[in-house]
């Protein structure tokens, strides 16, 4: 985060403004450590930036534990529904490809079903 941190203050972002949580190990627990410590009021615009294959997961956790954010997200992994029907240059980028589906679909599965959020399908 410290690497975040330093590139937006070299793009012009005010440092008092950069708010970092750094303690949370899960998606869920940086909802909870976020809010926490930012104490969001209401009217204020806090923007989620996470990878787009992340963001539903996020969104969900924050959601469940009160903190209305806008989703920002970033580092896109796909060209939209056009490339569904590219093959992949490899048979290794095609087995990543689902390994981050497969990873972010039982995120929602688990947190779903574990109670830790309310939507299995959070929509931005």
Not at 15 to 30: D, V
Not at 111 to 123: Q, V
Request: charged residues 20%.
């Amino acid at each position: 985060s410290q690497v975040a941190r330093d590139i937006l203050v070299m793009l012009g972002v005010p440092a008092q403004r950069i708010e970092m949580e750094e303690r949370s190990r899960t998606t869920c627990e940086n909802a909870i450590e976020s809010k926490a410590a930012v104490q969001p009021k209401p009217g204020e615009l806090w923007l989620l930036v996470t990878s787009a294959s992340h963001m539903p997961r996020a969104m969900a956790c924050f959601r469940a534990v009160g903190f209305p954010v806008a989703a920002y997200p970033v580092d896109y992994r796909t060209r939209g529904t056009a490339g569904l029907w590219r093959p992949t240059g490899s048979v290794a980028a095609g087995l990543s490809a689902a390994d981050l589906a497969a990873h972010e679909w039982l995120g929602l599965l688990t947190y779903w079903s574990t109670g830790k959020t309310a939507e299995l399908f959070p929509e931005p």
